[in-house]
């Protein structure tokens, strides 16, 4: 299984930016995938995730802000960020569990004030 993040940049604050993470070596259909965020110093957090029906859930910090999606096609998940804070900065992981937990490289995502 691999997991190949992407989409990070640098934005100023209020800016927008879309991640993706593309699956391979899974029946990505499947499973559900999740978003996280570790910054500096703090431990990794769930930013979103989406299980295989398409049901979601936000962490309160990102609700209204933040939308996780998939395509199963493309087998690729999205995460549109919107309204981004210089709170938001972090290395943004994609994960899915299938026999255990298969981690993305981490895409960093950078919020100027």
């Known amino acids: 299984v691999q997991l190949q993040a992407s989409g990070g940049g640098l934005v100023q604050a209020g800016g927008s930016l879309r991640l993706s993470c593309h699956a391979s070596?899974?029946?990505?259909?499947?499973?559900?995938i999740g978003w996280y965020r570790q910054a500096p110093g703090k431990q990794r957090e769930l930013v979103a995730d989406?299980?295989?029906?398409?049901?979601?859930n936000y962490a309160e910090s990102v609700k209204g802000r933040f939308a996780i999606s998939r395509d199963n096609v493309r087998r690729t998940a999205y995460l549109q960020m919107n309204s981004l804070k210089p709170e938001d900065s972090a290395v943004y992981y994609c994960?899915?569990?299938?026999?255990?937990?298969?981690w993305g490289r981490g895409t960093q995502v950078t919020v100027s004030s």
């Open positions: 994960k899915v569990t299938r026999d255990r937990d298969y």
């Open positions: 070596g899974i029946t990505f259909r499947d499973y559900p």
């Open positions: 989406i299980s295989n029906g398409g049901s979601t």
